[in-house]
T-cell receptor
Framework: GEDVEQSLFLSVREGDSSVINCTYT??????LYWYKQEPGAGLQLLTYIFSNMDMKQDQRLTVLLNKKDKHLSLRIADTQTGDSAIYFC??????????????FGTGTLLAVQP | GAGVSQSPSNKVTEKGKDVELRCDPI?????LYWYRQSLGQGLEFLIY????????KSGLPSDRFSAERTGGSVSTLTIQRTQQEDSAVYLC???????????????FGPGTRLTVL
């Protein structure tokens, strides 16, 4: 089945690292994504990782993928108050060989305390 | 260039009325996707278009929902005889090419918040 799970809430202090976790079910997913949604705004693509990679680093963001356990994490270093948002992980599911659809997790609300 | 735009940004309607939601994808993007974000349901995939055709409509919640895309650009999502459970944020996304081998990165619009009274 298609299911992506995340914890609902994470609170950190400014300057600390944040780690948001996600588990997914479809082992055939080619790409896994992290999206950010700020209040009243649309979804913003943060980063993605190809399924044959274990890690991807992009400035303050580090994505770790454990394909065996179907576990994805997003680490934000030196978390800032501007990082407060809802973070969605998503797996890419192929649709009839033509394109992919995204299956999203429920989202993790990250609250950064000053 | 401009991102994905959606209109209206907010729509309040009465139960039983029909509504039309519009999406303008990024220019040149051939694939267009509709998602719905509602409390308790998270984000769910509704339908996608490759050009003007929609090969997979299985994500539409009921036959009250329909979507079309004309000229390979603008898409409208129509909900007939709206119900309170249709209240949600409807998100549109587009991608350059819907190839399986690509990253198929989808860029999202700001969404239309639909409230059915």
């Amino acid at each position: 089945g298609e299911d992506v799970e995340q914890s609902l809430f994470l609170s950190v202090r400014e300057g600390d690292s944040s780690v948001i976790n996600c588990t997914y079910t479809d082992s055939s997913s080619t790409y896994l994504y992290w999206y950010k949604q700020e209040p009243g705004a649309g979804l913003q693509l943060l980063t993605y990782i190809f399924s044959n990679m274990d890690m991807k680093q992009d400035q303050r963001l580090t994505v770790l993928l454990n394909k065996k356990d179907k576990h994805l994490s997003l680490r934000i270093a030196d978390t800032q108050t501007g990082d407060s948002a809802i973070y969605f992980c998503a797996e890419s599911i192929n649709l009839n060989g033509a394109t992919n659809k995204l299956i999203f997790g429920t989202g993790t609300l990250l609250a950064v305390q000053p | 260039g401009a991102g994905v735009s959606q209109s209206p940004s907010n729509k309040v309607t009465e139960k039983g009325k029909d509504v039309e939601l519009r999406c303008d994808p990024i220019s040149g993007h051939t694939a267009l996707y509709w998602y719905r974000q509602s409390l308790g349901q998270g984000l769910e995939f509704l339908i996608y278009f490759q050009g003007n055709s929609a090969p997979d409509k299985s994500g539409l919640p009921s036959d009250r929902f329909s979507a079309e895309r004309t000229g390979g650009s603008v898409s409208t999502l129509t909900i007939q005889r709206t119900q309170q459970e249709d209240s949600a944020v409807y998100l549109c996304a587009s991608s350059l090419v819907p190839l399986v081998s690509s990253t198929d990165t989808q860029y999202f619009g700001p969404g239309t918040r639909l409230t059915v009274l």
